[in-house]
Nanobody, 112 residues
């Protein structure tokens, strides 16, 4: 059974950092691209960052460029999202996605 499990969310003050993890089971990260999404209350889900598993090419939405870094550890079947200089507008439920598979999400709350 394919599963994606996010972790690492929490409550942090503005300017702080968190590192999210997305651990996969049931399939190998070596074969698929991984993407992080987020959804804030009352807003549509938006793509935040992605990493191409084949060559490591990364993409970021403009609002997080320079603050977030996506990385992977294929040996651990885990993708990370390092989030620095967090802002209140980063508050959302963060999900990882690969193909049709989604995790349950991890909540990130940034206080002023």
């Amino acid at each position: 059974e394919v599963q994606l499990a996010e972790s690492g969310g929490g409550l942090v003050q503005a300017g702080g950092s968190l590192r999210l993890s997305c651990a996969a089971s049931g399939f190998s990260f070596d074969d698929y691209d991984i993407e992080w999404f987020r959804q804030a209350p009352g807003k549509e889900r938006e793509a935040v960052s992605s990493i191409r598993i084949s060559d490591g090419t990364t993409w970021y939405v403009d609002s997080v460029k320079g603050r977030f870094t996506i990385s992977r550890d294929n040996a651990k079947n885990t993708v990370y999202l390092q989030m620095n200089y967090l802002k209140p507008e980063d508050t959302a439920l963060y999900y990882c996605n690969s193909e049709e598979f989604w995790g349950q999400g991890t909540q990130v709350t940034v206080s002023t």
